[in-house]
Structure formats: structure tokens, C-alpha cells
């Protein structure tokens, strides 16, 4: 849950509270400062004890005589006092990370880098409302997060970015519902289940360079919160190398969380080969092999970059073989009506951890 108010950070009764830190630690002006009056310096004295930390890093201190139980001291900016939105990114996610490794609930956020860092307030907003979307969407403590603004210009950033409300699929036929249409998709079927608002974006034949090139149209203009990213059979038949493939995929990633729009990575769907009966054309036997290292290395990149996955492969295996159940499918490469109904039900549970971040 994401919520966001104006008032006082330092007055909320959280289960942590995040100071707007410099690496050595120190806290004169701004929301340091302020924790530091109302908290005591003996706040101060334990953070720099810790210190210095590399930019981006987070610790723990005590509260001192604050409401809440801990501060976490996340470090947006060096001696410098020059920051940017990668180095907010990763100040925010460590922050993160160091609440959940306590076991918290609540944690509180001011505008990172706003301050003396000069970072405009949209750009803050795009960063760390992303960056606690990715960090939800994995199912992550703690739940509850907050911002807290002072005033009107940072209030109003937040709430928009954190006020979006729908997700876009972004894909090839899978995404689409080939051969029936997207009344038989896996997007119709999630978004009436849960009630949520998914924009399917999915074209029959899309590779993902393809997918690229329209991302600002179907992606960035919806302002979503988040994006399901699923593609690579089609590169894979077309004989794209995988190098090209993955350039695409780390591409509109890296667009995404510019704006502010948590990227989520969907496995291609297995292949059903139960047809050749033990002959399999060379052009096939390649792809499915192509088509297992991509999604080998989609597994990986999203494990290193901590972004959520949806799978779309394991719902259609038989367990019995570890291979395609070919009851789920309409040829060798879409799903049948009962698969897409078993690729709704694992979506299903990708989407409601979503929902946590989403108003």
C-alpha cells in the first residue's frame, strides 16, 4: 500500500522514518535537521558511527525521542551534495531492503534529493513511487509505505505518480488471445477477476524490437503504474541473435522506470512438439532451443535486478513429463481456451501483489 500526505515526517507514528542522508552521515539542514532537533543527537552521533557509506546505501539508527521505532539513514548524495535520480533509486531501495530486513511494517519516506540535491519533484516522484512498486510487487515487507511532503508542489507529484491505476500488457499473440481474440485472453480474464484495470497491448507477430518501437504509444502514453513485458518467441522464429533480444527487453525496462512505471518480465510460453512424433525439423529444434536460453537469461536479468515475473511457462507443462501439455494447446506455439485459463490463474497471483502498490 502506498499513501501519501503533507505534514510532518517526523511526527508520524511509523514503524521507521527515512532521513534524507548525505554518506558521512551527517544531519545539519533540511529533514535531517529536522529529525536531529525533534529526535535528539544522539540519533546523530549512532548514524555517523556507521558512516561513511557509499551513495545510494542505507543504515539503521534508533529514533531517540521521535514516534517512530527506527530511522533509516538512506544516503541520496555525497559530500557534494550532488545527487541524481539513479542515486535516489538506489537510496530508496536500500532503504527499503534495511526495513525489510528488521521485519517492519511501515517506513516513511520524504522526497529524496529535493532539497539541496536540486532534484525536481516529478523526477523524485518517478524514481521512488517505481522504486516501492518494484519493491511490493515482490511481495516484500514492509507493506505499508509512505510519503510524506511539506508542501503542495511535492504533495501534488506524489499523488499523481502514486495515483495511477491501470497495468499494460505489452506482448505478442499471447497477450493478444490468438487465434480467438482478447475476449479469450489471459487480460480479459484477470482484469474482470480482480477487478483491476489491464490494457492488453499485445499484437499477433510482434517481436520485441517491434515492441520497442511502439512503447511510447502503447506504454508511456496510459501512465501506467506497472508494464508486463512478454515477448521473444517471435524474435527467436525470426532469427534475431539473442543478444539483439535482450538489448530490446533491457531497453524498454530501463524506459520504463524513467517514467515512473514498474516493469514486470513475462517467460514465454513453452512449445508443444507432441505432433512430430520423435522427428523435430532443424528450424524447430533451433528455436526451441533459442527460445530456452532467452528465457534462462530473463529469469536471471530479473532475479539481478530484483523485478518481478510473471510465468507464463510452467502453467502449461505437464508435471508428469516436464514437457508441454498439449491439452493446453490449439498448435504448436498459442495456448487453447484451457490455457489461457491456466495462464489467468498464474498471472492471478502476479497481479494481486501488484495491486500493493496501486491506489
Keep these: 500500500m502506498i499513501k501519501v500526505l503533507k505534514g510532518d515526517i517526523t511526527e508520524l507514528q511509523v514503524d521507521a522514518i527515512v532521513n534524507a542522508a548525505n554518506n558521512h552521515l551527517w544531519m545539519g539542514a533540511g529533514v535531517a535537521g529536522a529529525i536531529k532537533r525533534k529526535g535528539g543527537a544522539a540519533i546523530e552521533e549512532e548514524a555517523v558511527a556507521k558512516g561513511p557509506i557509499p551513495v545510494g546505501e542505507a543504515v539503521v539508527t534508533g529514533a531517540?525521542?521521535?514516534?517512530?521505532?527506527?530511522?533509516?539513514?538512506?544516503?541520496?548524495?555525497?559530500q557534494d551534495l550532488v545527487t541524481d535520480a539513479e542515486k535516489v533509486r538506489a537510496a530508496t531501495r536500500n532503504a527499503l531492503l534495511r526495513a525489510g530486513e528488521l521485519g517492519l511494517k511501515t517506513i516513511a519516506f520524504p522526497a529524496l534529493g529535493t532539497g539541496v540535491g536540486g532534484l525536481e519533484f516529478d523526477t523524485a516522484a518517478r524514481v521512488m513511487v517505481g522504486e516501492v512498486r518494484r519493491y511490493l510487487a515482490l511481495g516484500l515487507e514492509p507493506g505499508e509505505v509512505i510519503f510524506a511532503l511539506f508542501d503542495d508542489k511535492g504533495y501534488d507529484a506524489f499523488s499523481r505518480i502514486a495515483g495511477r491505476d491501470c497495468v499494460v500488457c505489452l506482448g505478442d499473440s499471447i497477450t493478444y488471445g490468438y487465434p480467438y481474440g482478447p475476449d479469450t485472453s489471459w487480460v480479459r480474464a484477470c482484469s474482470e477477476k480482480l477487478d483491476m484495470k489491464l490494457i492488453n497491448k499485445g499484437v499477433n507477430g510482434d517481436t520485441t524490437r517491434q515492441m520497442k518501437r511502439r512503447f511510447e504509444r502503447d506504454v508511456i502514453s496510459f501512465e501506467p503504474a506497472y508494464v508486463i513485458i512478454m515477448g521473444g518467441t517471435n524474435d527467436v522464429w525470426v532469427g534475431t541473435w539473442q543478444e539483439k533480444i535482450q538489448e530490446n527487453v533491457e531497453e524498454m525496462v530501463t524506459r520504463a522506470f524513467e517514467e515512473g512505471i514498474c516493469p514486470v518480465v513475462g517467460l514465454p510460453?513453452?512449445?508443444?512438439?507432441?505432433?512430430?512424433?520423435?522427428?523435430?525439423?532443424?528450424?524447430?529444434?533451433?528455436?526451441?532451443?533459442?527460445?530456452?536460453?532467452?528465457?534462462?537469461?530473463?529469469?536471471?536479468?530479473?532475479?539481478?535486478?530484483?523485478?518481478?515475473?510473471?510465468?507464463?511457462?510452467?502453467?502449461?507443462?505437464?508435471?508428469?513429463?516436464?514437457?508441454?501439455?498439449?491439452?493446453?494447446?490449439?498448435?504448436?506455439?498459442?495456448?487453447?481456451?484451457?490455457?489461457y485459463r491456466a495462464l489467468a490463474g498464474a498471472a492471478e497471483r502476479v497481479l494481486l501483489q501488484l495491486k500493493r502498490g496501486m491506489p
Excluded at 531517540?64 to 555525497?78: I, S
Excluded at 502449461?316 to 498439449?326: C, I, M, Q, S, V
Design 64 to 78: 531517540g525521542l521521535l514516534k517512530a521505532r527506527y530511522v533509516v539513514h538512506a544516503a541520496a548524495m555525497g
Design 269 to 339: 510460453v513453452p512449445m508443444d512438439l507432441s505432433n512430430y512424433e520423435g522427428f523435430l525439423p532443424g528450424d524447430m529444434s533451433c528455436a526451441v532451443c533459442e527460445l530456452d536460453t532467452f528465457r534462462n537469461w530473463l529469469e536471471e536479468f530479473a532475479e539481478s535486478n530484483l523485478l518481478p515475473v510473471m510465468d507464463f511457462y510452467t502453467p502449461l507443462l505437464d508435471p508428469a513429463t516436464g514437457k508441454a501439455n498439449p491439452a493446453y494447446f490449439e498448435d504448436d506455439s498459442h495456448p487453447n481456451v484451457n490455457g
